[in-house]
């Protein structure tokens, strides 16, 4: 069984500040691992994902994400938030075989100040 | 680059009638994934379907069905629809691999 937790349903950051969202996974097969984000009324986008090889992972908007798997891990972060950043951020866990359903996260927003 | 493709983006509906949402997935993309996402919440698996066959089944009500046709596209029926069915509804699909692509989703509201 795989599932994902995610500490932190809110995170507040202020504009320029490092944004540092948690995810870690359990998983009883090796995981491929995504993050997703998720605008107001809006579909799902995938801003990076780890499958095999490298494990610091850099996806859009100048996110990236480190997989971790002595400690179960694969957090998300930002070196300087943006306010165009707020949004809702979920981690989702699946398989290797391809064909496997995403396991979601509770979902983290991120909310940005000036 | 073509996307996921979803219909109606908006639906509202009374109790106990019937919705039927559809998917157009990437072409030659294989298998169509279904997720419901109730407000706040995060995005539950419905069911799946690989080359035309139920590959996988979530937590999808006896109320609900959904095949995928010999185009690929696939719908989701919805039947004696609850007030507790109001969510953004989400079709995902991929090729041979984990990655998966979203569609913007259909709003359905019951009332």
């Known amino acids: 069984a795989q599932s994902v937790t995610q500490l932190g349903s809110h995170v507040s950051v202020s504009e320029g500040a490092l944004v540092l969202l948690r995810c870690n996974y359990s998983s009883s097969v090796p995981p491929y691992l995504f993050w997703y984000v998720q605008y107001p009324n809006q579909g799902l986008q995938l801003l990076l994902k780890y499958t095999t090889g490298a494990t610091l992972v850099k996806g859009i908007n100048g996110f990236e994400a480190e997989f971790k798997k002595s400690e179960t891990s694969f957090h998300l972060t930002k070196p300087s938030a943006h306010m165009s950043d707020a949004a809702e951020y979920f981690c989702a866990v699946t398989s290797k075989r391809g064909t496997d359903k995403l396991i979601f996260g509770t979902g983290t927003r991120l909310q940005v100040f000036p | 680059a073509a996307g996921v493709i979803q219909s109606p983006r908006h639906l509202i509906k009374e109790k106990r009638e019937t919705a039927t949402l559809k998917c157009y997935p990437i072409p030659r993309h294989d298998t169509v994934y279904w997720y419901q996402q109730g407000p706040g919440q995060d995005p539950q698996f419905l069911i799946s379907?690989?080359?035309?066959?139920?590959?996988d089944k979530g937590s999808i009500p006896d109320r609900f069905s959904a095949q995928q046709f010999s185009d690929y596209h696939s719908e989701l029926n919805m039947s004696s629809l609850e007030l507790g069915d109001s969510a953004l509804y989400f079709c995902?699909?991929?090729?041979?691999?984990?990655?998966?692509?979203f569609g913007p989703g259909t709003r359905l509201t019951v009332t």
């Open positions: 379907f690989y080359e035309k066959m139920q590959s």
């Open positions: 995902a699909s991929s090729l041979d691999t984990a990655e998966q692509y």
